[in-house]
């Protein structure tokens, strides 16, 4: 019995260590993974004059897309924007695998030989990048030129300005590196929250409660928990005063029942984690202005879309990770 539980021992302490080893080196991967796309988005840009963050918002909106579609195959490169093959060698051409920029062109195909060796190789992360600045380079190169050029290649409004906004986050930090967050409400004030996904008794007249709510004081300062675009602001019958931001993995963070907004916060702002955007309050169940209706509490909801619908999920463990995490920064300072 000793023996096996040294044995059970030294087998977790062996997996734990195994893990710690595992994650430092995904991070790793992750930052290496990070230089080697900034450098593929800067050589894009010195070829087709598109600024990089528009390759950046493109290649992280597309990844994002695929890893919620089965039917898109992984990505064989660094990048995760996909082409479908009729597309890059011509929907009429036979040769699903064609390399020959001149035949791909006579298909109508859009492939092109971006790294000079004579292929259009649709595997290529030079490749893809320079095809599809050259694509967008057709249109022009001034934003409001990109616009339409983007919304020729995917028509689809909302991927468009999800694009455009991750755009302007990785132009504003001038880092692909946002992927962080916090807890909405700051350490030091009294707030409680549980775990109430799925409830039919929430607020927000929703058939099932979409979010959790975290109950506060009136006025608590609500912060930004991501870098992130606002996407939505204003008022709701149900919602009262609230807010949504768009952050860079394509997660809308939704924010209800806010006493008000921090001065001057506008559609299209950009944001980061702790800003503050608002307060805590009770808005909501009424026409404008109506409070009081219930004790005052942060609705938080998150949402993902996909590229091609949007579902709602549960922010609990998000929150209770951040709370977490913002406590050993706090005890780091
Ligand atoms: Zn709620």
Not at 9 to 38: C, G, H, P, W, Y
Not at 214 to 220: E, K, L, Q, R
Request: charge should be neutral; hydrophobic fraction near 30%.
């Amino acid at each position: 019995m000793r023996t096996l539980f040294i044995g059970l021992f030294i087998v977790s302490f062996f997996f734990s260590n195994v893990q710690a080893a595992f994650s430092t080196e995904n991070e790793k991967d992750e930052k290496t993974l990070r230089e080697e796309r900034m450098s593929l988005y800067k050589k894009a840009e010195a070829t087709t004059h598109i600024p990089w963050y528009y390759f950046a918002g493109i290649d992280q909106y597309e990844r994002q897309v695929r890893r919620t579609h089965k039917d898109i195959p992984h990505e064989k490169g660094a990048l995760g924007i996909y082409i479908e093959p009729s597309r890059w060698v011509g929907p009429m051409n036979p040769h699903k695998e064609a390399q020959d920029e001149t035949v791909i062109s006579l298909f109508g195909g859009i492939g092109k030989d971006g790294n000079g060796d004579g292929k259009a190789d649709q595997y290529d992360d030079e490749d893809i990048l320079y095809t599809i600045g050259s694509y967008l380079q057709s249109y022009g190169i001034t934003p409001p030129q990109i616009k339409i050029g983007l919304w020729q290649y995917y028509h689809r409004d909302r991927t468009v300005s999800i694009i455009l906004g991750h755009a302007k986050l990785f132009k504003t930090f001038s880092t692909l590196d946002l992927d962080h967050h916090a807890f909405p409400l700051p350490l030091n004030a009294n707030f409680s929250y549980k775990n109430t996904w799925g409830d039919a008794r929430g607020w927000g007249g929703r058939r099932i409660h979409e979010g959790t709510d975290i109950f506060a004081n009136y006025s608590v300062p609500v912060r930004s928990t991501c870098y992130g675009i606002v996407e939505m602001k204003g008022w709701n019958r149900y919602g009262g005063w609230r807010l949504g931001i768009r952050d860079v993995n394509n997660n809308y963070h939704y924010f209800a029942h806010l006493n008000g907004f921090t001065k001057d916060l506008e559609v299209g702002q950009v944001v980061e984690p702790g800003m503050v955007v608002g307060g805590v309050g009770s808005t909501g169940y009424g026409p404008p202005g109506t409070s009081g209706k219930f004790p005052p509490h942060l609705h938080y909801g998150m949402y993902k879309d996909n590229g091609r619908t949007e579902w709602s999920f549960d922010p609990y463990s998000h929150l209770k990770m951040w709370e977490r995490s913002d406590r050993q920064k706090a005890k780091g300072n």
